[in-house]
């Protein structure tokens, strides 16, 4: 595998909406996101999605589901640079609440709020909704803009 930090991203789904972390605190603050974050030594990447969900909203066993790869390249600024592991679940336990650093909110598909979110989402989240499962490759620009996209259909 490469040796971009390993991370994962999970996105709730509930009929035709999708939970979207408010990033309070470090990279991407201010952005919608995806619940996640870096995958943690000895843990798996299942393992990483599933903790990082109970550490930030307070859900517990989420039936996740692997929709897509993406590598996300910043030449500008490599620590930020990931390879992100994105999960999907329509069912857990508790109620998404609001850690010190992210504030949980639905959205219905047609209502994402793009312009908020970094922009790469653009580019595939969309087609993941749609039951897609990718593989994908951002680089991006000195202003973390996308520069360069490369989408493809993967089966997991």
Known sequence: MD???QATTLFLIKDD????????????????????GKVE??????????????????IHNPKIIKVAEMRFVFPEHPNWSQHVHVF??????????????????WFRFCEIPFEKMWNDAMFWLPAIL???????????SEDAKVKEVSLREYRF
């Open 3 to 5: 040796q971009l930090v």
């Open 17 to 36: 909406k999708i939970l979207l972390g408010h990033k309070k605190t470090g990279l991407g603050k201010g952005n919608y996101l995806g619940i996640g």
């Open 41 to 58: 030594k000895g843990e798996t990447i299942e393992e990483a999605a599933i903790r990082e969900a109970e550490e930030e909203i307070s």
């Open 88 to 105: 999907t679940a329509r069912r857990w336990e508790g109620t998404p609440a609001e850690s010190i650093e992210i504030s949980p909110a």
């Open 130 to 140: 749609q039951g897609h499962t990718l593989q994908g490759d951002f680089l991006f």
